[in-house]
């Protein structure tokens, strides 16, 4: 924990607060009614905007680490191993132990249990963010420039041949769901598609490397010449490449999140460059602060807000209310009354994220932001 905010470029920090703005939005959907199309995510092949919000996370980690893999120039090998080793360990743990929270369960028949460590589920989205960081990290820190590019094309192509060879493209038989079952086991995958299939997997962590190296370089780019207009243009540029790679691509490995594609990389990691791009000709060049301060604040504690919005559903959903969890009693009887529908599953939604911005628009104005 620190009692001061690292300087920032403004617009770096206004896309992670909206990134986590939206995703505690299509994390928290109430229950009772279907949410807006918008605020899921695709079934399988395709892509909705819910499906840019994790990836553009990953994309301002890497901006983050254009800021800090200078910082570790001036310090010895084994120092800043141990300090990225140490990070990612921490962000991997508060995930793993998220999925575990809050440690028991309850049912009609047994009353409350621990709930066995045999059942938690290894991987998820702070596990992916780790594994992504202190992979990208170590990378960064070892290897040129150059290295890193055709590493990279070399993953996408990479990814895409082994799931040509080793599967199919479908949840039940693409080779990352075969990984992860022989590794991990079915008990510890996700089963929210009624299937044990991790959309966080193993395997699928390697295409996911692209954007935190995309934000990395976009980054890199920026503190290199600027908030100016050809900082804006070569960013679209490169975001246009990408977007159109993917879009020729998606012809033959179909863009899908879940099974994070090498064309859905490129077509994230293009769209989140694309929209840093416009925040910094809005909010730099034209000097628009509309929003800034309110986004600030999600951008300025991010981690602590994400997990604070995962444990107040977690909570909910854990505790009983008659025969429904409190997440349910509470949609229904509330936010389903006031506002029938998407709306008011949407309701609920804003009410979370309210919610945790509140608590950290407090830690901001006690200038506490807490760093792992």
């Given amino acids: 924990m620190s009692q001061s905010s690292n300087a920032r470029y403004p617009a770096i920090d206004l896309l992670r607060g909206i ?3 939206f995703m505690i939005i299509v994390n928290t959907g109430g229950s009772g009614a279907e949410p807006y199309a918008l605020l899921q995510h695709a079934e399988w092949h395709g892509f909705t905007p819910t499906d840019l919000v994790f990836p553009t996370f990953l994309f301002v980690v890497g901006n ?7 910082k570790m120039q001036d310090i010895g090998n084994s120092e800043a191993g141990l300090k990225i080793l140490k990070r990612t360990a921490l962000i991997f743990l508060l995930g793993y132990l998220m999925y575990w929270f809050p440690f028991v369960r309850f049912s009609e028949t047994e009353g409350w249990s621990l709930k066995p460590i045999a059942e938690t589920r290894i991987l998820g989205v702070l596990q992916r963010i780790a594994l992504c960081y202190g992979i990208s990290a170590f990378m960064l820190r070892a290897l040129p420039a150059r290295t ?15 799931l040509v060879w080793g599967g199919d493209y479908t949840i039940e038989g693409n080779l990352a769901r075969q990984v992860d079952r022989l590794l991990l086991g079915d008990a510890h995958l996700y089963h929210g598609d009624n299937i044990a299939f991790d959309p966080e997997g193993l395997l699928s962590t390697l295409p996911a490397l692209i954007n935190v190296w995309a934000g990395y370089f976009a980054a890199t780019h920026i503190r290199k010449h600027g908030n ?7 960013l679209l540029v490169a975001a246009f490449v990408m977007m159109s790679v993917a879009y020729l691509w998606d012809r033959l490995f179909p863009v899908n999140k879940k099974l994070w594609t090498s064309s859905f990389s490129l077509l994230t990691s293009g769209l989140s460059m694309a929209i840093l791009a416009l925040l910094i000709h809005l909010s730099e060049i034209h000097k628009y602060k509309m929003g800034a301060g309110f986004f600030g604040v999600f951008g300025r504690n991010p981690l602590f807000i994400y997990l604070l919005s995962e444990l107040i559903a977690i909570l909910m959903w854990a505790i009983p209310a008659g025969d429904k969890s409190v997440y349910e009693y509470v949609n229904e009887q509330v936010f389903q009354a006031l506002m029938p529908g998407s709306n008011g599953s949407l309701l609920f939604a804003l009410a979370v994220m309210f919610t945790c911005w509140i608590a950290g628009l407090f830690l901001d104005k006690k200038r506490i932001y807490i760093r792992v």
Avoid: E, H
């Fill in 148 to 162: 890193i590019w055709i590493t990279g094309i070399m993953i996408l192509l990479g990814y895409w041949a082994m």
């Fill in 64 to 70: 983050a680490l254009a800021f800090t893999m200078p």
């Fill in 228 to 234: 100016s207009y050809k900082t804006v243009a070569d």
């Fill in 19 to 21: 990134t986590v703005c």
